[in-house]
């Protein structure tokens, strides 16, 4: 496993495991299981993806099997924007994530979204930093100038910020001012979230076929060499295996370039931070009383 260095001096995995849109808690501790026994020892979940309970269960059987210890695991998990009316709601909203996942902290713990009082919540999440409870704290969904206000502003800076980020939504400038702020980019949707189709591209099966990979492998090591975190999620065996399998081969610089030619300067996704009718989906989204 390879890892990134966080501006705090925690070590996280280059690689992980998302388990947004696996609400069935079965599937999902059997997911997140068979992705654990796969290698990955980060896994991406949120509170509102209503399945933090499961990610516990899974990690609670990988440790009881010996398969790793809790020290070994990264576990990822989000502050929802209905918990972001206030310091103490957001602090209460991460003592419910770790109370949810039945662990004894969480490793990350992001500002989902910048909606509502991000900046009560975020020192709702300092206090619950402080206090041991995460490990490390970030953020989700920060654009660049948002990102940028943020950093010049609050008092601890923010380890994390994940965003949407494949060939398709290559986004530079929020690589580049990552980078000033010494934030690590982790990419959601890095295989296109089921968008795009490049299982079906040309130029990515004809790179693939060069070094024996998947496009899929492909599509997430070209992030990795980007610096970037990737979080692949699927419920399929075959695939959890496959898309941990890519740190045997090394794109050169001009199949970097071709693939970041892909880019529309847009992304084709649901989540439409610019436009009005997302952020009030999001900031009338409850995911409890
Ligand atoms: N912070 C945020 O706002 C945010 C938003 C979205 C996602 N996320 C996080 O990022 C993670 C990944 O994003 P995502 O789930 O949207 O998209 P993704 O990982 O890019 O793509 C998942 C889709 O690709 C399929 N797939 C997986 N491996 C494949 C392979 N090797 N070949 C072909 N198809 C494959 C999956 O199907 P099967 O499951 O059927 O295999 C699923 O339909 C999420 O699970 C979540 O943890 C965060």
């Not at 576990?75 to 991460?94: H, P, R």
């Not at 910048?114 to 919540?121: I, L, Q, R, S």
């Amino acid at each position: 496993m390879e890892y990134v260095t966080l501006n705090n001096g925690i070590k996280m995995p280059i690689i992980g495991f998302g388990v947004f849109q696996v609400p069935d808690k079965g599937q999902c501790q059997e997911a997140t299981y068979q992705a654990i026994k796969a290698g990955y020892r980060l896994i991406d979940t949120a509170a509102s993806y209503t399945n933090e309970d499961a990610v516990g269960k899974a990690v609670k059987q990988a440790i009881d099997e010996g398969i790793c210890t809790r020290e070994d695991l990264f576990i990822t998990s989000k502050l929802w924007v209905q918990d972001m009316e206030n310091e103490e709601t957001a602090y209460q909203g991460v003592v419910a994530s770790v109370k949810k996942s039945g662990l004894e902290y969480i490793d990350l713990y992001l500002l989902h979204q910048a909606m509502k009082d991000y900046f009560a919540a975020w020192r709702g999440m300092e206090k619950a930093y402080e206090e041991g409870l995460v490990k490390a704290i970030g953020v989700s969904n920060f654009y660049p100038n948002i990102l940028t206000n943020f950093c010049e502003t609050v008092r601890i800076q923010p380890v994390v910020n994940q965003v949407e980020l494949h060939p398709y939504f290559t986004q530079e400038l929020a690589l580049k001012t990552m980078k000033e702020y010494d934030v690590v980019p982790e990419a959601w949707a890095p295989l296109g979230g089921g968008r795009y189709n490049p299982f079906e591209n040309d130029m990515l099966l004809a790179i693939a076929q060069k070094y024996h990979k998947t496009v899929g492998q492909v599509l997430l090591r070209w992030n990795i060499q980007r610096g970037v975190v990737v979080i692949p999620k699927s419920t399929h065996i075959e695939r959890i295996q496959e898309n941990i399998d890519v740190f045997d081969f090394e794109l050169n610089d001009e199949e970097m370039k071709k693939i970041a030619s892909l880019d529309m300067g847009y992304n084709g996704s649901r989540a439409k931070h610019f436009e009005p009718d997302f952020v009030r989906m999001c900031v009338t989204r409850k995911i409890h009383d």
